[in-house]
């Protein structure tokens, strides 16, 4: 009985184990990583026209999407579209000059299809008044590579908090989705509120 258990375990452990067609070479796995990095700086390059369309190009046209961010959830593309279009119209057209900085990456090949993903950003510009303005913060996304192209399945992004320094840095409490809760106003746009009919997170104000 023992033996027939412990031939039970083995087969269990080797029917587990990663298989040669799975298993990446160095090359393979940095290759990968590059191609992730890349396709995160191309759709958040603000030296380039279409941002909005660019940012929901991260993610897929069908299928789930969960997205978390100052303790809400987005669920499906067309919220997520709503909010990064919200953003952009609101407050991205009114930032001066402004420049997105990936700080650093932390890349974890999973598979040849899958990475996750940990970066860091900030976006320095001049607000409207043309005082200096610094949106900071960070990021953890899943990627999952579909059609030849890698595209987020599962992402929680948050702020950095306020710090005192030679710019005023703006809480966003992960952008686009603050735009889902109360808070109604930001200062590149300072009048303006959030649409009525967008869905949020919590009750409105």
Same mark, same amino acid.
């Given at each position: 009985?023992?033996?027939?258990?412990?031939?039970?375990?083995?087969?269990?452990?080797?029917?587990?184990?990663? %298989?040669?067609?799975?298993?990446?070479?160095?090359?393979?796995?940095? $290759?990968?990583? %590059?191609?992730?990095?890349?396709?995160?700086? !191309?759709?958040?390059?603000?030296?380039?026209?279409?941002?909005?369309?660019?940012?929901?190009?991260?993610?897929?046209?069908?299928?789930?999407?969960?997205? $978390?961010?100052?303790?809400?959830?987005?669920?499906?593309?067309?919220?997520?579209?709503?909010?990064?279009?919200?953003?952009?119209?609101?407050?991205? /057209?009114?930032?001066? !000059?402004? /420049?997105?900085?990936?700080?650093?990456?932390?890349?974890?090949?999973?598979?040849?299809?899958?990475?996750?993903?940990?970066?860091?950003?900030?976006?320095?510009?001049? !607000?409207?008044?043309?005082?200096?303005?610094?949106?900071?913060?960070?990021?953890?996304?899943?990627?999952?590579? /579909?059609?030849?192209?890698?595209?987020?399945?599962?992402?929680?992004?948050? !702020?950095?908090?306020?710090?005192?320094?030679?710019?005023?840095?703006?809480?966003?409490?992960?952008?686009?989705?603050?735009?889902?809760?109360?808070?109604?106003?930001?200062?590149?746009?300072?009048? %303006?509120?959030?649409?009525?009919?967008?869905?949020?997170?919590?009750?409105?104000?």
């Amino acid at each position: 009985m023992r033996s027939i258990l412990s031939w039970s375990l083995v087969a269990i452990v080797l029917g587990c184990a990663p %298989t040669g067609e799975t298993r990446l070479s160095s090359g393979q796995t940095a $290759a990968i990583k %590059t191609e992730v990095e890349q396709a995160l700086r !191309d759709a958040y390059d603000l030296s380039k026209p279409n941002v909005a369309e660019r940012m929901l190009s991260l993610y897929p046209q069908s299928g789930p999407i969960v997205s $978390a961010a100052a303790g809400n959830v987005v669920g499906s593309r067309d919220s997520l579209a709503q909010g990064i279009q919200y953003f952009w119209n609101n407050v991205g /057209r009114n930032m001066r !000059d402004p /420049r997105w900085v990936w700080e650093r990456f932390w890349v974890e090949v999973t598979a040849p299809t899958s990475a996750v993903v940990t970066a860091t950003y900030r976006i320095p510009h001049r !607000d409207p008044q043309n005082r200096p303005h610094e949106i900071a913060g960070a990021m953890t996304a899943l990627f999952e590579k /579909r059609g030849g192209k890698w595209v987020i399945i599962q992402e929680h992004l948050s !702020d950095r908090p306020a710090r005192l320094s030679g710019c005023q840095v703006v809480r966003l409490s992960g952008w686009p989705y603050e735009y889902f809760t109360p808070t109604p106003r930001h200062p590149d746009n300072p009048t %303006t509120r959030q649409p009525d009919n967008l869905t949020t997170g919590a009750a409105r104000p």
